[in-house]
């Protein structure tokens, strides 16, 4: 039996009118437009790779674009052939990316080094780590290709839902074990055969039906050292000890979007887009904040003395981390912000679906 498939999102027609933006007066951090470049519409869940000070980013037609954060100068760019569904994973030498019709393409300084068949439909970054590269399908299976030629290792089946949630999912390593989404659930797997370590829940399914019972764990996660933290979809918000594999904290809480955040404080909005700040170690809520209601908020990111949320209007928000306390705003394109900014040493990186790639930061 085929499994359905539900797109995660931060809005629907049905949402009320946005709450109007109280006026922000005089800007309380100086950030600035650093540089910016057209790459394509992103209709699809990209996460920005990024690599001491390269960041990698693609487009739905198949284009891979390495580009230098300080300056933001195209370092090599690529076009594999096909539309693409998911990515971009590298380890900063191996780029790769996952076709629509679920072929696995890695890349090399720009060049196509390899592809393989998955299998399956993908909607997760791949993980390059290791010499290997590893997948997590939407139907929660994971792949693993040997880095070098693309000889398929290993695979495991899970039994699963009848829906899958087509939204990135968490493929990470910590230490020598592969952390991945399994449902609710955080998985520790052995990377050399898929044998299951561990298992630590996040979320809780409940609902009156399959859709409100879909928790699975939205990516990408905040690590903090062996800690790692993720969303449930529309259940909860917590984290996991990945070294034990042991939970730390869950809190039930709606919400569609990944979260973001650093070893302190971890930050997500849920399905109204009221903001919430919690103490990493112990999931106390620091900060509640109404200020973007309906706004579509999507995945924050931490930097400096902010937290950052990016709109389903282009327009970036900052606001202090301590209180939620509106900073700056700054527009790009108009169009949404679905990606997570990415903190590339100071400067913040931001991907619009119109395919803008807008860099900020402070002089």
């Not at 170690?281 to 973007?292: F, R």
């Amino acid at each position: 039996m085929a499994a359905g498939l539900v797109a995660g999102c931060g809005s629907s027609p049905q949402r009320p009118a946005p709450r109007p933006l109280a006026p922000l007066g005089a800007a309380k951090v100086d950030v600035r437009p650093a540089w910016n470049q057209q790459i394509g519409p992103v209709q699809f869940p990209l996460v920005v790779a990024v690599n001491g000070n390269v960041a990698t980013v693609a487009a739905s037609d198949g284009s891979v674009h390495a580009i230098d954060a300080d300056s933001g100068r195209a370092l090599w760019r690529a076009n594999v052939g096909a539309k693409l569904g998911a990515g971009v994973g590298s380890d900063g030498r191996s780029a790769a990316v996952v076709t629509q019709t679920g072929e696995l393409v890695v890349l090399e300084n720009g060049s196509v080094k390899w592809r393989r068949a998955v299998g399956a439909r993908v909607a997760t970054p791949p993980l390059v780590a290791g010499e290997r590269v590893f997948v997590l399908a939407v139907d929660r299976s994971v792949h693993a290709f040997d880095g070098s030629d693309g000889h398929k290792l290993w695979s495991v089946q899970r039994p699963g839902d009848p829906l899958n949630l087509l939204q990135a999912g968490v493929l990470l390593a910590v230490k020598d074990t592969l952390v991945v989404g399994q449902g609710p659930r955080l998985a520790g797997l052995d990377p050399s055969n898929g044998g299951v370590r561990w298992e630590a829940p996040i979320g809780s399914p409940r609902g009156a039906n399959e859709v409100e019972r879909l928790a699975d764990l939205v990516g990408p996660v905040v690590r903090a050292g062996d800690v790692v933290c993720a969303r449930s979809f529309q259940a909860a918000v917590g984290c996991v000890d990945a070294d034990r594999g042991v939970t730390a904290w869950a809190r039930n809480v709606g919400g569609t979007d990944a979260v973001g955040g650093d070893a302190t404080l971890l930050f997500g909005a849920d399905a109204s887009d009221r903001m919430t700040a919690w103490r990493l170690p112990t999931g106390d809520v620091a900060w509640t904040s109404e200020s973007l209601l309906y706004r579509g908020v999507g995945a924050p990111a931490a930097i400096g003395g902010s937290v950052v949320y990016g709109d389903e209007q282009g327009t970036l928000h900052w606001l202090a981390r301590d209180n939620g306390e509106a900073q700056q705003r700054l527009a790009t394109d108009g169009s949404p912000i679905q990606v997570r900014p990415a903190v590339v040493g100071s400067t913040l990186i931001v991907v619009t679906r119109n395919g803008g790639v807008y860099a900020f930061r402070s002089p």
